[in-house]
């Protein structure tokens, strides 16, 4: 069974699969899968630019966790979307060192649900999982990931609104 974690950059999904690694899980990184892909940087948002639907169409599915941010664009068996309030989710990119635009773009997509929508569009509500890494450790995260993909906890999304951290006229 091939489980995905996706989410918007920053909001735990390397943390928290470095912890199922931990456990005696396998886990793929996505970026450590999309260098063949790469077709050139997109200078403006900082980012690499890649063959998405390519790299979608022949990676090759796996018994465990792939995590990264394109997880939900793979057929997963189940799909956890890791959510971050956009406040602690810009402290966290700016630790990274991101720049002020691509930190405020991505606190944005979080407040509009824009992993949880794409995902939404592409899986069957029963195979979804919404989860709220804000304030929380690795540990919990997996173990709560764990119950799901063990079939202990339903899914359940749609119960975290982030809309009041729009920045409006920004």
Known sequence: ???????????????????????????????????????????????????????????????????????????CDRIIVLRCRPDVLKSRLALRKYREKKIRENAEAEALDSCLIETFERYD????????????????CADQIGRFVKGETPADFGHIDWSSFLEIGS
């Not at 996505?30 to 998405?52: A, K, N, Q, S, W």
């Not at 599915?61 to 995590?67: A, K, L, R, Y």
């Not at 509500?125 to 919990?140: C, K, N, Q, V």
Request: some cysteine; glycine content about 12%.
């Open 1 to 75: 069974m091939m489980c995905g974690i996706t989410g918007t950059p920053g909001t735990g999904k390397s943390r928290i699969g470095n912890e199922l690694a931990r456990r005696g899980l396998t886990v793929i990184h996505l970026t450590d899968t999309v260098g063949p892909y790469v077709t050139g940087m997109d200078e403006e948002r900082d980012t690499r630019i890649f063959d998405v639907e390519r790299w979608a169409e022949e990676f090759v599915p796996v018994d465990g966790f792939v995590e990264g941010h394109f997880a939900h664009l793979l057929p």
């Open 125 to 140: 509500p029963s195979r979804i999982l919404e989860l709220d890494t804000t304030g929380r450790d690795a540990a919990f």
